[in-house]
């Protein structure tokens, strides 16, 4: 049946229709294709249970700035992924307000939610411009914040461990100890804002005010996680406090360390003597040792000269160990983690069966003993380090530096790791490892029981670094990369050529069998 010129154009007119018709609809309708790996952008199982089960509206109401969409395009996912996580009930409510045209400022600053600085760089002109991109969760009454976020990939996670607190109306708590005569406010700056925005509550607490504290504890508080930064300073008491804490069911993360490094001068170490942390954790059978270990796998660091015009020079340094993925544990503390840094750690003796090594370095790390016939008894200068095992007649090998110990007899979790400036300001300003911050969330969701906020917190994780991934698995990639560039790659161009010349010859032949009717 052949269709009239008039007809076609009734088409067309219909089919524009249609077509506006569905962009008016798509307004009122959410609906989005997550084609990532791993469904990154899809409300995971867990969190969609969670949310099913709410009886009250929750309100989300999502404070952005216009201008953050051009200088951030990721940040339009963050809408997406709060549509797609209020579709999962009715109850959920979602409304985006632009914080400044509403006059909010005043009120969102007594939340907690403060504008951020961008820099942006015209033609002719450098410019700073104030953005806001904040969540704020309402339920019952009750409201918990997302002071700042650009990026839709954590957000789930932050969605739900709000909603979890919201619902439970419990504060996920946890005590933060500094016991190695350095300081929270300076020398871990950084550890409590990191935890908070990550949804804990911290609660600091003195090694004097814990002994008085845990022989007074409920089931309840022995629940709550204790972080230890250090241990040098605790008194064989202090030590005998943590200790029952622990083996009473307590769980505990602890940063120690065998050697006291000069982080503020010349990163000499010198032997931390009397530390009585050390036998209990003998007896526990994980324990680190007396030796500082070094790796090729390591963060290179840049060095430069107090001359007129500085030299630079960039270096690796063995001392602060890279850790590798392919070599961390398949539990979810360290899954997901990569690019973790250690600082003049030490090597674990791992002598506990029930044991799990979370974190061990490269095989070609070695250790580096202590020789007293000189002072200091550590070689710890970047340009006298020796860069390889081979170089300095060392042994290479593999060595435990973080372990998972549960204890027996109703007793606790303990995570020790073989380096007390793990999470130190003053590292993590030269190295920006996020990650470190990273694993201590990981590991006190994880002694926190958190096992749905610790698996949704590692769905946001994706490693694009080749040098991270098994030979094995490039070997394998690599027929499946060749198949697809040299076999389907050519097929499809061949196919879309051919059948572009196939419809314009199909074309010829209706217009020559037009002309002779």
């Known amino acids: 049946m052949k269709t009239t010129p008039k007809g076609r154009k009734v088409l067309w007119l219909l089919f524009t229709l249609f077509f506006i018709l569905v962009i008016l609809v798509s307004n009122r309708y959410y609906c989005r294709i997550d084609l990532t790996e791993g469904r990154r952008f899809t409300v995971s199982e867990g969190t969609r249970l969670l949310l099913q089960d709410l009886r009250e509206p929750l309100r989300l109401t999502y404070y952005v700035s216009p201008q953050l969409a051009k200088l951030y395009p990721q940040t339009r996912d963050i809408k997406d992924f709060l549509l797609a996580y209020s579709s999962e009930n009715p109850l959920i409510s979602v409304v985006q307000v632009d914080p400044v045209e509403s006059g909010l400022e005043q009120i969102l600053a007594s939340l907690g939610v403060m504008g951020r600085q961008i820099q942006t760089t015209g033609k002719s002109s450098t410019e700073f411009t104030t953005v806001y991109s904040a969540v704020i969760l309402e339920y019952l009454g009750r409201s918990l914040v997302i002071p700042f976020i650009l990026s839709a990939d954590s957000l789930e996670y932050e969605l739900t461990s709000r909603v979890l607190s919201l619902?439970?109306?419990?504060?996920?708590?946890?005590?933060?100890?500094?016991?190695?005569?350095?300081?929270?406010?300076?020398?871990?700056?950084?550890?409590?804002?990191?935890?908070?925005?990550?949804?804990?509550?911290?609660?600091?607490?003195?090694?004097?005010?814990?002994?008085?504290?845990?022989?007074?504890?409920?089931?309840?508080?022995?629940?709550?996680?204790?972080?230890?930064?250090?241990?040098?300073?605790?008194?064989?008491?202090?030590?005998?406090?943590?200790?029952?804490?622990?083996?009473?069911?307590?769980?505990?993360?602890?940063?120690?360390?065998?050697?006291?490094?000069?982080?503020?001068?010349?990163?000499?170490?010198?032997?931390?003597?009397?530390?009585?942390?050390?036998?209990?954790?003998?007896?526990?059978?994980?324990?680190?040792?007396?030796?500082?270990?070094?790796?090729?796998?390591?963060?290179?660091?840049?060095?430069?000269?107090?001359?007129?015009?500085?030299?630079?020079?960039?270096?690796?340094?063995?001392?602060?160990?890279?850790?590798?993925?392919?070599?961390?544990?398949?539990?979810?503390?360290?899954?997901?983690?990569?690019?973790?840094?250690?600082?003049?750690?030490?090597?674990?003796?791992?002598?506990?069966?029930?044991?799990?090594?979370?974190?061990?370095?490269?095989?070609?790390a070695w250790i580096m003993a202590p020789d007293y016939n000189f002072q200091p008894p550590f070689i710890t200068n970047p340009f006298m380090v020796y860069s390889t095992a081979e170089q300095g007649g060392y042994v290479s090998g593999q060595y435990p530096i973080v372990a998972l110990v549960p204890l027996e007899h109703g007793g606790g979790r303990v995570i020790v790791v073989a380096d007390q400036y793990f999470v130190s300001t003053m590292m993590l300003d030269y190295t920006a490892s996020s990650s470190n911050l990273d694993f201590v969330v990981n590991s006190l969701l994880y002694l926190s029981d958190e096992s749905l906020l610790l698996e949704i917190k590692n769905r946001s994780y994706v490693s694009t670094a080749l040098n991270k991934v098994s030979p094995e698995i490039l070997v394998d990639k690599k027929v499946v990369v060749l198949i697809i560039i040299c076999i389907l790659m050519p097929l499809l161009v061949s196919f879309i050529i051919g059948l572009i010349f196939f419809i314009k010859n199909l074309k010829k032949r209706k217009d020559k069998c037009l002309k002779r009717n």
């Not at 008194?235 to 622990?246: D, K």
Request: glycine residues 6%; aromatic residues 14%; hydrophobic residues 40%.
């Open 167 to 364: 619902v439970q109306q419990e504060i996920r708590q946890i005590m933060v100890m500094v016991a190695n005569g350095m300081t929270l406010e300076e020398d871990y700056s950084y550890v409590v804002p990191w935890l908070e925005a990550s949804g804990f509550s911290c609660s600091w607490v003195s090694p004097q005010e814990f002994l008085l504290l845990q022989s007074e504890f409920s089931s309840a508080e022995r629940k709550i996680p204790l972080l230890v930064l250090g241990s040098s300073a605790l008194t064989q008491e202090e030590v005998l406090g943590i200790q029952n804490f622990a083996e009473c069911g307590g769980n505990v993360l602890l940063f120690t360390s065998t050697g006291k490094a000069d982080i503020y001068g010349d990163w000499t170490v010198v032997p931390s003597y009397g530390d009585y942390f050390t036998p209990v954790l003998e007896k526990w059978g994980v324990w680190p040792n007396n030796d500082l270990l070094c790796d090729i796998s390591c963060f290179p660091i840049t060095l430069y000269s107090d001359e007129d015009v500085p030299q630079y020079q960039t270096m690796n340094y063995p001392l602060w160990v890279a850790s590798l993925s392919r070599y961390c544990s398949e539990n979810p503390i360290t899954r997901c983690l990569e690019g973790m840094h250690f600082f003049w750690a030490n090597s674990l003796t791992v002598n506990n069966s029930a044991a799990e090594v979370l974190v061990y370095s490269s095989p070609s």
